[in-house]
């Protein structure tokens, strides 16, 4: 009983208040129709979710434990998968380190050369520039000749062995920086190998967290929030038949002219019936003799008698005078109803008897339309309009409250 007073209470909130002494009309309880079925649909809906969390629910705990002893293996191996990329990781870290510092020392024994050499290579530029013969004539003798020459050849077989040991430390140097090269590949793939498990084990973890957290203890929410919204589906049907009824009532007794369109299509006047500035020449200060109100909706929508009658016209061609495709009615007593700007020809044929309500033709834009429209004329041959033509305001006739 609470329950059900709470669904009333809020869907009395949701719908837009009134004046409780305001008469009411087709249009209003058409328009609180609408809104108490879209927010049917709505709980409807929601409920319909609940049913679904509250199923799932079911199936999970009946199977928790096996799913938390299934996340706890889990964790277990990727803590163990962590302990192995750690150690990998501390091997490349000492790894690293030692290729570093082998390539410290032979750098250093590369540029110790290498000053060497350029040292011999200024001293024999310096003092060793000479010729053959300006050698052998700055000698003492042939003894001094030959010892000046050895020790000349002495100092370039030194500058040669230098040269050697320059270029193997520049060799050794390339291969340390290959080796390091390859340790730094492998252990950046340590690294994200690392902190990938670390990420999957998260996951678990807190995977593991939720449905130990949650097991058992949403079910008994889930279970009343559903029996809230089954009580207001109930407030809701009910309040939607006792409005059916009073729209049948309303409309029974407005007027033996029903509405040209279906109950709940949404429309709004576009334009209405008498004098008006010309729709297809707005800026020249025109007005012409409008014969009927447009009423614009969807295209498509079906357009319905609005009282029984012959079919004096069913017009087939889609210029039709500037109505388009368009049906004249016939209802006796003078008074015929002509419905225009049809999408195609009618569904009705001349000399048929239709009844109200029958389906004469679809909501288009044929003939003289500037959109989608339903131009709606009630005639009577007693009576004359300003422009010597026999139309009637439309509103004299029709139910009142649609417009």
């Known amino acids: 009983m609470l329950l059900a007073c709470a669904a009333v209470s809020c869907f009395s909130a949701a719908l837009p208040a009134r004046d409780a002494e305001a008469e009411r009309t087709i249009y209003d309880v058409e328009r609180e ?24 629910l079911k199936s ?17 191996a990727l803590e163990a998968e962590i302990a192995i990329n750690a150690q990998l990781k501390e091997s490349y870290d000492l ?21 060497l050499y350029k040292g011999m290579m200024q001293f024999i530029y310096e003092n060793c520039e000479v010729t053959e013969f300006e050698l052998l004539f700055s000698s003492k003798g042939i003894s001094d000749y030959l010892t000046r020459k050895d020790d000349m050849n002495e100092i370039m077989g030194a500058a040669d062995e ?12 390339e291969i340390l920086d290959s080796q390091l090269e390859e340790a730094q590949k492998s252990y950046e793939e340590y690294i994200c190998g690392l902190a990938k498990s670390e990420l999957e084990k998260q996951k678990a973890v807190d995977e593991y967290r939720t449905i130990a957290a949650s097991l058992g203890l949403d079910a008994d929410k889930l279970r009343e929030d559903y029996a809230g919204k089954n009580s207001r589906v109930a407030v809701l049907s009910a309040r939607i038949k006792q409005l059916e009824n ?20 949404y429309y709004y006047m576009s334009s209405g019936y008498g ?19 447009d009423l614009a909706c969807a295209g498509g929508t079906p357009i319905i008698a609005s009282k029984g009658g012959i079919v004096t016209l069913a017009c087939t ?5 500037g109505y388009g495709y368009h049906v004249v009615i016939y209802h006796g007593n003078g008074m015929s109803t002509l419905y225009g700007h049809m999408c195609r020809a009618p569904s009705v044929r001349t000399g048929q008897t239709v009844q109200k309500g029958d389906v004469l033709g679809y909501v288009g834009q044929t003939g003289s339309a500037t959109g989608d429209h339903l131009h709606f004329e009630t005639r009577n041959e007693n009576v004359t309009d300003a422009v010597g033509s026999h139309s009637e305001n439309p509103g004299k006739y029709l139910p009142k409250g649609f417009y």
């Open 246 to 265: 009073e729209r049948a009532i309303l409309y029974a007794a407005s007027s033996d002219f029903g509405w040209p369109l279906p109950l709940g299509t």
């Open 95 to 115: 790894k690293r380190a030692a290729v570093n510092a082998q390539k410290d020392v032979t750098k250093r024994d590369y540029e110790y050369r290498l000053e």
């Open 33 to 56: 129709l609408n809104e108490c079925r879209n927010l049917l649909a709505q709980v409807r809906g929601e409920q319909a979710a609940l049913g679904s969390r509250i199923e799932e």
């Open 60 to 76: 999970r705990s009946g199977a928790a434990e096996e799913l938390i002893a299934a996340y706890t293996e889990q964790i277990e």
């Open 275 to 293: 004098w008006r500035s010309d729709p297809f020449n707005p800026y020249s200060g025109r007005t012409t003799f409008h014969k009927g109100i």
């Open 317 to 321: 061609d889609d210029w039709g005078g």
């Open 162 to 173: 230098i040269i050697k040991h320059i270029r193997n430390d520049i060799s050794d140097l």
